[in-house]
T-cell receptor
Framework: EAAVTQSPRNKVAVTGGKVTLSCNQT?????MYWYRQDTGHGLRLIHY???????EKGDIPDGYKASRPSQENFSLILELATPSQTSVYFC?????????????FGKGTRLTVV | KTQVEQSPQSLVVRQGENCVLQ??????????LRWFKQDTGKGLVSLTV?????DKTSNGRYSATLDKDAKHSTLHITATLLDDTATYIC?????????????FGAGTQLIVIP
């Protein structure tokens, strides 16, 4: 069964601190994505990756970095966390090159920056 | 500008009733459209995907339609159950490969009451 695991599931961080959100997938998918979900908005793409060693900017990359050290792992890094980054973050993995791209989501990480 | 609009924003139905959720979009090109179910505090689970110019799918009590000419999709839920209480999210993919993006609606919150 397709699996995307995020950690931690909940995080409280202080303003100016560094936060790392981790994502692991066992689907052997090339593509991985980080989104944030805020009330009244659809999911918004922060960073994505086509494979190990690659990271690409999404629609709202400012204030975030990403790292894809392996096929299985994709991290989202907030070097200097701000209260505006309080949100629920979702990681997803997907398949490359199919007519209708398959995508599986993790259960989300609730981040609160105080 | 929001490219995927869902209506209604929220909906309350009694268990056993049918309901219809709407999705209008302006995404171009529109390779495919997918409906997700998101339980509170959980990740997104795919219900169905529509691909053809005029497409229909059925998955148990869920059925969906897509009209790419009208850029419109509907999700029908028949004989609702309490467990159908969730947010339903419409997502349009603008390519069939990794080069494409997923465009998310803000979701329709469905509440099923006894």
């Amino acid at each position: 069964e397709a699996a995307v695991t995020q950690s931690p599931r909940n995080k409280v961080a202080v303003t100016g601190g560094k936060v790392t959100l981790s994502c692991n997938q066992t689907n052997n998918h090339n593509n991985m994505y980080w989104y944030r979900q805020d009330t009244g908005h659809g999911l918004r793409l922060i960073h994505y990756s086509y494979g190990a060693g690659s990271t690409e900017k999404g629609d709202i990359p400012d204030g975030y970095k990403a790292s894809r050290p392996s096929q299985e792992n994709f991290s989202l890094i907030l070097e200097l966390a701000t209260p505006s980054q309080t949100s629920v973050y979702f990681c997803a993995s997907g398949v490359t090159g199919t007519a209708n791209t398959e995508v599986f989501f993790g259960k989300g990480t609730r981040l609160t920056v105080v | 500008k929001t490219q995927v609009e869902q209506s209604p924003q929220s909906l309350v139905v009694r268990q056993g009733e049918n309901c219809v959720l709407q999705c209008n979009y302006s995404v171009t090109p529109d390779n495919h459209l997918r409906w997700f179910k998101q339980d509170t505090g959980k990740g997104l689970v795919s219900l169905t995907v529509l691909v053809d110019q005029k497409d229909k799918t059925s998955n148990g009590r869920y059925s969906a339609t897509l009209d790419k000419d009208a850029k419109h999709s509907t999700l029908h839920i028949t004989a609702t159950l309490l467990d159908d209480t969730a947010t339903y999210i419409c997502v349009v993919g603008d390519r069939g490969s990794a080069l494409g993006r997923l465009h998310f609606g803000a979701g329709t919150q469905l509440i099923v009451i006894p």
